[in-house]
């Protein structure tokens, strides 16, 4: 149970990190379908932990 915790904590942040990171490649100009990829992939990771 304890670890099921941890895990969903830790993917929570990391996507918070992976949405911070895609604001800041918006602001240096970054094509947008590069952003797009980052975004969806790193945000997917929580999800995926969840329903697994």
């Given at each position: ?18 949405i ?21 992939s790193?945000?997917?990771?929580g ?6």
């Amino acid at each position: 149970m304890e670890y099921e915790k941890d895990i969903r904590l830790r993917t929570k942040k990391f996507a918070v990190r992976i949405i911070k990171l895609t604001i800041e490649l918006k602001a240096k100009g970054v094509e947008y379908s590069l952003r797009d990829q980052i975004l969806r992939s790193g945000t997917s990771v929580g999800a995926n932990v969840r329903e697994g």
